[in-house]
């Protein structure tokens, strides 16, 4: 979920900017330096909702970010990035936004100076992740990126590091981990309600229409569906599984329109391998309607989600019957817990570390797929979301 149209064209200018200035060019201006540190004060008070401030305003910030931030309890919408002056006068109006609460990427780097942005949401194409990070901990500002952490390891571990060196706290964006039905899903697998997980099917994915052309734009997206719909296949069998898989092997499906797809994959199958015998088979498609599903077995009975990874509408049955949860404000419950760790410091159980994991784990999915080899992940960070926190 990212942005896209004016804030993705004005954002990619600023990223090719950035390469043109090479990958140790500094992202502070002097002049931002030399104001004072206010994010160096003290946390903020405990009767005050935290400021977060969008970065891209494309169809997740506006349908689903900007929308859960009016029902919120511990954070508000306080502050937008967008190089589109149409929507910046949109967004003031709509939200009763400030003016110095509205940055352009030129800009971005003033939040340093502002108090009431406590939070930085990063929502732009995955292969802009990296350098919005960088500059938001250099502003001192705790971050939440959205998924894909990044297009290379290389990037993740960049980010890691500036948010560790600023002593600011990093989030991914994964909704999922604060839905109940997900929730509940780790709970029976990892607590092994029915006997140790055998065997995992996730499936992901719809037909691609091109509204949103930098999703195929490999320099951009860093990859096809598996970026965008296939990590939450590969995140909901890990933390029902509650364990890092030993191997992976993966495989490319047809390209059926090679012109929309001649940067990026048009979709992949991969199967990951556990220590214990068991596997989990996944699907994600850019040109296939699928029918979001996550499906785990084990000897004593079975549980599924379907649909699973939609912002809305997730149904639950075992072998015991219906889940009777009801539905949240996913990104609602997501961004409270993250405000809730900032003012108690506190971990986020979705760390930038598992992010790492992730980016590590879909660059083995690629290899496998590209080689027709098995690929290990012993070298995978080994980060989860236990249920038992």
């Known amino acids: 979920?990212?942005?896209?149209?004016?804030?993705?064209?004005?954002?990619?200018?600023?990223?090719?900017r950035t390469l043109s200035l090479g990958t140790?060019?500094?992202?502070?201006?002097?002049?931002?330096?030399?104001?004072?540190?206010?994010w160096l004060a003290e946390s903020p008070a405990a009767d005050r909702k935290l400021g977060v401030a969008l970065v891209g305003l494309g169809k997740y910030s506006t349908g689903q970010l900007a929308p859960a931030?009016?029902?919120?309890?511990?954070?508000?919408?306080?502050?937008?990035v967008t190089g589109s002056l149409a929507k910046a006068a949109q967004w003031k109006q709509q939200?009763?936004?400030?003016?110095?609460?509205?940055?352009?990427?030129?800009?971005?780097?003033?939040?340093?100076?502002?108090?009431?942005?406590?939070?930085v949401y990063v929502v732009l194409p995955n292969a802009l992740h990296a350098e919005y990070v960088v500059r938001a901990a250099q502003a001192g500002k705790h971050v939440i990126c959205e998924k894909p952490m990044a297009t290379s390891v290389a990037d993740a571990q960049r980010m890691i590091a500036a948010m560790q060196k600023a002593g600011k706290k990093f989030s991914i964006g994964y909704r999922l981990h604060f839905e109940p039905h997900h929730r509940e899903m780790m709970?029976?697998?990892?607590?092994?309600?029915?006997?140790?997980?055998?065997?995992?099917?996730a499936d992901n994915g719809f037909k691609f229409n091109n509204d949103t052309p930098w999703r195929v734009n490999k320099g951009l997206s860093g990859g096809g569906p598996l970026?965008?719909?296939?990590?939450?296949?590969?995140?909901?069998?890990l933390y029902t599984k509650g364990q890092l898989p030993v191997s992976v092997t993966a495989s490319f499906i047809p390209k059926t329109d090679p012109v929309l797809f001649k940067e990026v994959e048009a979709g992949v199958n991969w199967?990951?391998?556990?220590?214990?015998g068991s596997v989990a088979d996944c699907r994600t498609s850019y040109a296939e309607n699928m029918s979001s599903r996550l499906r785990a077995e084990a000897s004593k009975g079975w549980a599924e989600l379907a649909p699973s990874f939609g912002y809305g509408g997730i149904e639950g049955r075992t072998s015991q019957g219906t889940m009777n949860i009801q539905n949240v404000n996913q990104q609602a419950a997501q961004m409270d817990d993250f405000a809730l760790c900032v003012r108690n410091n506190q971990p986020t159980r979705v760390p930038g570390e598992?992010?790492?994991r992730d980016v590590q784990l879909l660059e083995a999915i690629y290899r496998a797929a590209e080689t027709g080899q098995k690929i290990s992940t012993k070298d995978v960070v080994a980060v989860f979301d236990k249920v038992n926190r």
């Open 1 to 16: 979920m990212h942005d896209t149209n004016d804030d993705y064209l004005n954002a990619r200018r600023a990223f090719l």
């Open 24 to 38: 140790g060019a500094t992202l502070v201006g002097a002049s931002a330096l030399a104001r004072p540190l206010r």
């Open 69 to 80: 931030l009016q029902q919120t309890q511990h954070c508000q919408l306080a502050g937008i």
């Open 95 to 119: 939200y009763s936004l400030p003016d110095n609460n509205i940055y352009d990427y030129k800009t971005f780097d003033r939040m340093i100076d502002n108090p009431d942005i406590d939070i």
């Open 187 to 201: 709970r029976l697998g990892q607590q092994q309600a029915f006997g140790p997980v055998q065997h995992l099917w």
């Open 227 to 237: 970026m965008d719909m296939g990590i939450y296949c590969l995140q909901g069998c």
């Open 271 to 276: 199967q990951l391998q556990f220590a214990d």
């Open 354 to 356: 598992m992010g790492l």
